[in-house]
């Protein structure tokens, strides 16, 4: 399986979703009809893999699947719409089994699903520490081969920007 953190593109997550090759075979191609913007708050969506949507959705989301489509993924605030398809199926926050990160302020949403880092394990070890181990911490994972970011986070790719993003607003908020 690719590094996951160049599984953004859309061949390369198609390509890790290979293990069901007729899939892989049908799914449309760029001369299809290709919106790129969601449907419900017109932002431009990212591309992902379809093993990405396979592993969030709900079990009765996932049993209404039409898997002859690219997906994107709408990482608007606040919009329901996670995950929008090129012939227009699209699957709402209600429909994932996890929460979204970016359409979600909770403390305990995680950041980087792989290794469990939320906002309050970060704001915590900042307030205790001063600094956090956040980023270094799972940079040592990623480099090691242990994160599986397609199929834990729903954005479906690394989660380090986010991570450090959290990090850098949090410290904001505590130390001005
Ligand atoms: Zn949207």
């Known amino acids: 399986m690719s590094d996951c953190c160049s599984s953004t593109d859309t061949n390369g997550a198609l390509a890790s979703d290979a293990s069901c090759s007729i899939e892989v075979n049908d799914v449309v191609t760029k001369e299809d009809v290709d919106p790129v913007v969601c449907p419900s708050c017109e932002q431009s969506g990212t591309s992902i893999g379809l093993i990405t949507v396979k592993s969030m959705l709900q079990p009765n989301a996932l049993a209404e699947l039409d898997p002859k489509q690219e997906f994107r ?43 469990g880092w939320n906002r309050i394990r970060i704001k915590t ?50 130390y001005g």
């Open 73 to 115: 993924f709408c990482a608007s605030p606040s919009c329901e719409i996670v995950y929008f398809g090129t012939k227009g199926q699209h699957f709402r926050l209600k429909n994932l089994r996890r929460a979204v990160f970016q359409k979600s302020q909770d403390e305990q949403v995680e950041v980087c699903y792989c290794f």
């Open 125 to 174: 070890e900042l307030e205790e520490d001063g600094q956090s181990t956040a980023v270094s911490s799972i940079s040592a994972h990623i480099k090691a081969g242990r994160c599986a970011c397609e199929i834990n986070n729903p954005q479906g790719s690394c989660c380090l920007g986010n991570v450090a993003k959290v990090v850098k607003e949090v410290r904001e908020s505590l």
